[in-house]
């Protein structure tokens, strides 16, 4: 098809800026980012929400500037932030550096895997089917259930009293 848009005549054609970002598509809508030598990923569950930057290295993994076992002190919690990283084998391949607000410690852990897992796809497209096949790129869609009016909360009501 031909493109009948007018070219640009501002920047000569020949000219190369230097480029801090680039981006490629692997697939329909998807977009690796790749910014100064960091892979991202975000990740949310329930409130929380995960910014996670990947970048090959020796396994440092840091959550809001503390280590992962500082930061998550349940077992369950350590584990949920390195399944991707363990589903792949490569626990001591990747720096992993996250922030991470909102909701609870269990919300984090959870928003840390889905942006680790997500940050893993943009990094190699083969780690795709491993992550999707274990359902660690699914948003987990639960929220909390909001209050109704004249109850005292989202299913609990008032004690019924007869007389």
Not at 32 to 61: D, H, L
Not at 96 to 108: A, K, S
Request: charged share 30%.
């Amino acid at each position: 098809m031909a493109d009948n848009r007018p070219e640009s005549t501002t920047a000569p054609q020949n000219a190369e800026a230097p480029v801090a970002e680039s981006k490629s598509v692997i697939g329909p809508g998807i977009k690796t980012n790749q910014k100064y030598g960091y892979w991202w990923g975000t990740g949310r569950r329930k409130t929380s929400v995960a910014r996670v930057r990947i970048r090959p290295g020796s396994g440092k993994f840091i959550v809001n500037k503390r280590e992962l076992d500082d930061y998550f002190k349940r077992d369950q919690d350590r584990k949920a932030a390195l399944a991707a990283l363990k589903l792949v084998q490569a626990e001591k391949s990747f720096d992993i550096f996250v922030n991470v607000r909102g909701g609870g410690i269990t919300g984090q852990a959870g928003a840390t895997l889905l942006g680790v897992a997500r940050a893993l796809k943009i990094y190699d497209e083969n780690y795709l089917g491993a992550l999707r096949d274990n359902g660690l790129l699914t948003r987990d869609p639960r929220m909390v259930e909001r209050k109704k009016p004249g109850q005292s909360g989202a299913r609990r009501r008032f004690q019924f009293s007869k007389r």
